[in-house]
């Protein structure tokens, strides 16, 4: 139902280390006010990524930094309850990048119609959205895989890691994953369907992984960095291929000081770290293979749902420590 105010989470601190909720703030906002060309949203679910963590630091990165006093940055999915755009009707349901907050007025150009008809709207924040593009990106451009190799991929029970996998089987590919916890593992070998995965806190990690890699390894999406990067680096095949996507695990702690970049060399490998806001030109032809391979049912995904905005820190907290299962979402209304 729409009311008179809106609700926003703005960023109050910088986090030093680890984030807490006490970074962020629930504030009451005034509903926006619609020009000529813009559409009112009322948004429906509310995206939590990784890349948010680097949005609340200070330190140079890739994109600007929200500052203390901003609203937090994030996708949503919603519906038009007014429209002044000719391109937009009420009832339509959109993609956007409206943050933390119950409703936003978008310019027209900035907002993507979605169909629902096959896939529910919430896959267009996951699967169908910028971690499926990312998988798909990293996969198919930076590692190449050929039918045979192996594939590995860590943190492989999450929104990237899982639809990595399921490409680079259809590929052809034998894929084995990594993640934390017999349950995300059991997951992802029996419902995903990857070859093997390994639970990286089990105290014989490195014996069960190399048990799994008889013949090392020929393509990495590697998503977590710190001393899982480094021993698959030490796994590594000559000429393998190695897409750098994020290092979650780098976060909220100091950089790791990796021993073994010598790998890189020695192996010849090909290392490309990648941005997915690269190459926007290519995310509509990505999305459009992952809309008809989800709604043919040949990939499978999961989310895990907070409830309502004042739910998005400290889910937000625990998908950055691992707790999520899946792509984490904040449900904000029907």
Not at 28 to 37: F, K, Q, R, S, T
Not at 49 to 71: C, F, H, T, W
Not at 250 to 258: D, I, R
Not at 297 to 325: D, T, Y
Request: include cysteine.
């Amino acid at each position: 139902m729409q009311t008179n105010t809106n609700k926003q989470i703005i960023l109050v601190s910088r986090p030093l280390g680890w984030v807490t909720p006490d970074n962020f703030k629930l504030i009451d906002a005034a509903m926006p006010v619609l020009n000529e060309g813009q559409v009112l949203i009322q948004n429906q679910w509310l995206s939590l990524d990784p890349y948010m963590r680097g949005r609340i630091s200070d330190a140079k990165s890739y994109a600007q930094s929200v500052n203390v006093g901003e609203l937090m940055v994030g996708g949503t999915v919603g519906k038009v309850i007014e429209s002044r755009s000719p391109q937009f009707k009420v009832g339509d349901s959109v993609l956007a990048a409206t943050g933390w907050q119950l409703f936003a007025a978008m310019n027209a150009e900035q907002v993507l119609k979605i169909d629902t008809s096959q896939v529910p709207a919430s896959a267009y924040l996951g699967i169908l959205g910028m971690p499926g593009i990312t998988a798909w990106r990293g996969l198919m451009e930076i590692c190449e895989p050929k039918a045979g190799e192996t594939v590995v991929v860590d943190a492989a029970s999450g929104a990237v890691g899982s639809v990595v996998g399921q490409l680079a089987k259809h590929l052809g590919c034998r894929v084995v994953g990594i993640a934390g916890g017999a349950d995300k593992c059991r997951y992802v070998v029996q419902e995903v369907g990857f070859d093997a995965c390994v639970d990286h806190r089990s105290p014989h990690f490195e014996e069960e992984l190399r048990s799994q890699l008889p013949k090392g390894i020929d393509c990495l999406f590697e998503n977590v960095g710190g001393p899982i990067f480094e021993l698959l680096l030490s796994l590594m095949n000559p000429f393998s291929r190695i897409a750098l996507c994020g290092m979650v695990s780098e976060f909220n702690q100091p950089a790791h000081a990796y021993k073994t970049i010598r790998s890189i060399l020695i192996n010849r490998i090909k290392l490309q770290g990648f941005i997915v806001s690269d190459k926007l030109e290519s995310w509509p032809a990505i999305r459009s293979n992952l809309h008809d391979l989800v709604a043919s049912g040949q990939l499978k995904f999961r989310e895990s749902v907070a409830q309502g905005l004042a739910s998005a820190p400290e889910a937000f907290v625990g998908m950055l420590k691992g707790k999520n299962f899946g792509k984490q979402l904040v449900k904000l209304s029907d």
